[in-house]
């Protein structure tokens, strides 16, 4: 069976580009067909924006990557229209267990929060979501949108100028030059791109190293999250197992520092320690094994004028808490709209500013997330260890220490309190969680609908027990009649009522208890201007 | 928050004293090391706020200094 990282999805066909006399210019190029360069280019492409998108590669990538994915990002795929299929085939878990030693020391079940319509996470190779990705930028292609995969099409200079970006594209059939007024790059954590600017990339380097096996099993195993801490498979280390679709499980040991990598990944040196750590009873097959080590770090700035870094591009964190994909698409959630705007000519460049100001916030929140974890799950010092171990200890017996065990914190998004483009909190009574610089939390409506499918792409204004005034070119959702509890406890709180404008990006831009169609115009403008 | 108490607040203090020394009799060093961190994330469980919980911490870096 030919599986679908083994077949070209977007094999090299020659563009009409390669044969013009003078350079293309394109509004937007994104360097990177990965999750995060899809979803810029789907975004753009969905909000009617040219976009090129240039891969080295033909096809969704192998392996074992992201795949764990969040609540928020399941909301932003459903405003690029590929949701519902994530959620179909993903695997929903919500028990965990915890292991200490040779002993289970508690579970725990994750009761997510009810009035979502989309569940807090799901666990999914990220091939199958290239691919769900790729499908949907077919349907658009399909449907006219001017979005254009370029497939073995390798970036290999990058020359900025003040007002746009010349590259060079190497090809099967040799190389040719494109000019962009935009060049977002979401080439990975070696970003070519970044190289070739020769901008800088610092952090923190972390010495363990730990083995990845995806291995398909018959086993009855329930879909469960199990995590083990120094156990008798993998003494003074890690190990977590956790589902996949297909009947493929994700095994992660942690193998320490300074390691025989070859000798590590031998099929047979993997599959002697999964039997000990499955049992000898249980088959299984091997089907990706590899071994990793990580980075937590950023760049300065992820944007050197007409070049605009996002995703692992901008930022890499250890994979604890899954905040590597997940972040990488709200990066360009957060973008794109902005993008738009500046292209349309209605928004100045400076309002690009505010990207830098608020990913660069979110990425340090996920670096210093993941590097909480990762001090509790790989202790640097015998003084750490006894810490932790003591916390495990404790765990078993009181449930006041299983808040401090960390495997992992839940990715969330991030709340731009001090973002330049925020606008006023005027509703002293509301709900802390939907202050401005907040993302949407969904809730159920009257009509059965959800909150953030009415949201679309725009600016939008949404009145509970107020009227939204009319402004032209904002749309107006309408909660319809009822209030729901939910939409209650996490709109309007204490507030007898309450108006909010809401950014593309399904963030609140500013809230008021009520307000007039000029004070909503002028912070609509203010917030468009970049704060 | 509460102030952090400075001033002597343990009554029968020697009573107290016996008690730790005791909790750590014939224990080899990591074990009675172990239970120091335990019964620090007992205390500071029941202490609860994070600022308390950073004064006792500058208090006690400041009298080993």
């Given at each position: 069976m030919t599986r679908i990282f083994e077949t070209?999805?977007?094999p090299y066909a020659r563009s009409r580009d390669q044969d013009a006399q003078a350079t293309i210019r394109h509004p937007v190029i994104v360097a990177g067909a990965g999750p995060v360069g899809l979803a810029a280019a789907i975004d753009l492409a969905q909000q009617g924006v040219p976009v090129v998108v240039l891969d080295e590669n033909d096809r969704v990538s192998h392996g074992s990557r992201a795949i764990c994915f969040s609540k928020r990002t399941l909301e932003i795929a459903d405003r690029l229209g590929f949701g519902e299929q994530l959620v179909q085939k993903g695997v929903r878990w919500n028990l965990g267990k915890v292991f200490f030693g040779d002993r289970k020391v508690y579970e725990f079940n994750l009761l997510p929060e009810e009035g979502?319509?989309?569940?807090a996470f799901i666990n999914l190779q990220q091939y199958h979501l290239e691919h769900d990705m790729v499908s949907r930028l077919r349907q658009l292609q399909a449907a006219g949108a001017p979005i254009d995969l370029r497939g073995r099409n390798r970036v290999t200079a990058v020359v900025p100028h003040p007002d746009h970006v010349v590259l060079t594209i190497e090809t099967p059939e040799g190389p040719y030059a494109l000019e962009a007024d935009w060049l977002i790059a979401c080439d990975g954590a070696g970003s070519p791109v970044r190289e070739m600017l020769g901008m800088g990339f610092t952090g923190r380097v972390f010495e363990d190293n730990f083995l990845i096996a995806d291995v398909t099993m018959?086993?009855?195993?329930?879909?469960e999250r199990w995590f083990w801490f120094d156990p008798p498979f993998n003494p003074g280390q890690s190990a977590l197992l956790h589902k996949q679709p297909d009947g493929i499980w994700r095994i992660d040991l942690q193998l320490g520092q300074s390691i025989d990598r070859t000798r590590e990944t031998e099929p047979e040196r993997v599959k002697a320690r999964l039997r000990q750590m499955l049992g000898p009873e249980v088959d299984f097959e091997l089907e990706w094994v590899s071994i990793y080590s990580f980075q937590c770090r950023r760049m300065e700035r992820f944007r050197e004028g007409r070049v605009i870094f996002a995703g692992d591009a901008a930022h890499q964190v250890s994979p604890f808490g899954a905040r590597g994909a997940n972040s990488g698409l709200q990066d360009t959630d957060n973008l794109c709209w902005k993008i738009k705007l500046v292209l349309d000519g209605t928004?100045?460049?400076?309002?690009?500013d505010s990207y830098t100001a608020e990913r660069i916030q979110a990425a340090d929140e996920n670096i210093l997330n993941s590097t909480r974890s990762t001090d509790f799950i790989a202790p640097k010092s015998a003084n750490s260890r006894m810490f932790r171990d003591a916390v495990l200890d404790l765990s078993a017996a009181y449930p006041f220490a299983r808040p401090l065990v960390n495997s992992g914190r839940l990715s969330l998004p991030c709340t731009h309190?001090?973002?330049?483009i925020n606008g006023p909190d005027g509703l002293a009574d509301g709900p802390s969680r939907t202050r401005p610089g907040s993302a949407c939390p969904d809730a159920p409506l009257a009509s059965g609908d959800y909150l953030l499918d009415q949201l679309g792409n725009g600016f939008t204004l949404m009145g509970l027990a107020t009227d939204a005034p009319g402004i032209s070119g904002l749309r107006v959702v309408d909660p319809g009649g009822r209030i729901t509890p939910e939409l209650r406890a996490r709109y309007l709180g204490d507030a007898s009522s309450a108006l909010y404008l809401i950014r593309?990006?399904?963030?609140?831009a500013a809230r008021w208890s009520t307000a007039d169609g000029a004070t909503v115009e002028a912070t609509l403008a203010r917030v468009k201007a970049g704060g | 928050m509460t102030d952090l108490v400075l001033e002597p607040n343990i009554d029968r203090p020697d009573d107290l004293y016996a008690d730790l020394l005791e909790a750590h009799e014939g224990l080899d060093e990591a074990a009675s090391a172990a239970l120091n961190a335990r019964l620090i994330l007992v205390l500071a469980n029941h202490v609860g706020d994070r600022e308390l919980f950073r004064a006792a911490l500058a208090a006690a870096r400041n009298a080993g200094s």
């Amino acid at each position: 069976m030919t599986r679908i990282f083994e077949t070209p999805l977007y094999p090299y066909a020659r563009s009409r580009d390669q044969d013009a006399q003078a350079t293309i210019r394109h509004p937007v190029i994104v360097a990177g067909a990965g999750p995060v360069g899809l979803a810029a280019a789907i975004d753009l492409a969905q909000q009617g924006v040219p976009v090129v998108v240039l891969d080295e590669n033909d096809r969704v990538s192998h392996g074992s990557r992201a795949i764990c994915f969040s609540k928020r990002t399941l909301e932003i795929a459903d405003r690029l229209g590929f949701g519902e299929q994530l959620v179909q085939k993903g695997v929903r878990w919500n028990l965990g267990k915890v292991f200490f030693g040779d002993r289970k020391v508690y579970e725990f079940n994750l009761l997510p929060e009810e009035g979502h319509r989309r569940p807090a996470f799901i666990n999914l190779q990220q091939y199958h979501l290239e691919h769900d990705m790729v499908s949907r930028l077919r349907q658009l292609q399909a449907a006219g949108a001017p979005i254009d995969l370029r497939g073995r099409n390798r970036v290999t200079a990058v020359v900025p100028h003040p007002d746009h970006v010349v590259l060079t594209i190497e090809t099967p059939e040799g190389p040719y030059a494109l000019e962009a007024d935009w060049l977002i790059a979401c080439d990975g954590a070696g970003s070519p791109v970044r190289e070739m600017l020769g901008m800088g990339f610092t952090g923190r380097v972390f010495e363990d190293n730990f083995l990845i096996a995806d291995v398909t099993m018959q086993a009855d195993f329930p879909t469960e999250r199990w995590f083990w801490f120094d156990p008798p498979f993998n003494p003074g280390q890690s190990a977590l197992l956790h589902k996949q679709p297909d009947g493929i499980w994700r095994i992660d040991l942690q193998l320490g520092q300074s390691i025989d990598r070859t000798r590590e990944t031998e099929p047979e040196r993997v599959k002697a320690r999964l039997r000990q750590m499955l049992g000898p009873e249980v088959d299984f097959e091997l089907e990706w094994v590899s071994i990793y080590s990580f980075q937590c770090r950023r760049m300065e700035r992820f944007r050197e004028g007409r070049v605009i870094f996002a995703g692992d591009a901008a930022h890499q964190v250890s994979p604890f808490g899954a905040r590597g994909a997940n972040s990488g698409l709200q990066d360009t959630d957060n973008l794109c709209w902005k993008i738009k705007l500046v292209l349309d000519g209605t928004a100045p460049e400076t309002l690009l500013d505010s990207y830098t100001a608020e990913r660069i916030q979110a990425a340090d929140e996920n670096i210093l997330n993941s590097t909480r974890s990762t001090d509790f799950i790989a202790p640097k010092s015998a003084n750490s260890r006894m810490f932790r171990d003591a916390v495990l200890d404790l765990s078993a017996a009181y449930p006041f220490a299983r808040p401090l065990v960390n495997s992992g914190r839940l990715s969330l998004p991030c709340t731009h309190d001090d973002s330049p483009i925020n606008g006023p909190d005027g509703l002293a009574d509301g709900p802390s969680r939907t202050r401005p610089g907040s993302a949407c939390p969904d809730a159920p409506l009257a009509s059965g609908d959800y909150l953030l499918d009415q949201l679309g792409n725009g600016f939008t204004l949404m009145g509970l027990a107020t009227d939204a005034p009319g402004i032209s070119g904002l749309r107006v959702v309408d909660p319809g009649g009822r209030i729901t509890p939910e939409l209650r406890a996490r709109y309007l709180g204490d507030a007898s009522s309450a108006l909010y404008l809401i950014r593309p990006d399904q963030h609140v831009a500013a809230r008021w208890s009520t307000a007039d169609g000029a004070t909503v115009e002028a912070t609509l403008a203010r917030v468009k201007a970049g704060g | 928050m509460t102030d952090l108490v400075l001033e002597p607040n343990i009554d029968r203090p020697d009573d107290l004293y016996a008690d730790l020394l005791e909790a750590h009799e014939g224990l080899d060093e990591a074990a009675s090391a172990a239970l120091n961190a335990r019964l620090i994330l007992v205390l500071a469980n029941h202490v609860g706020d994070r600022e308390l919980f950073r004064a006792a911490l500058a208090a006690a870096r400041n009298a080993g200094s």
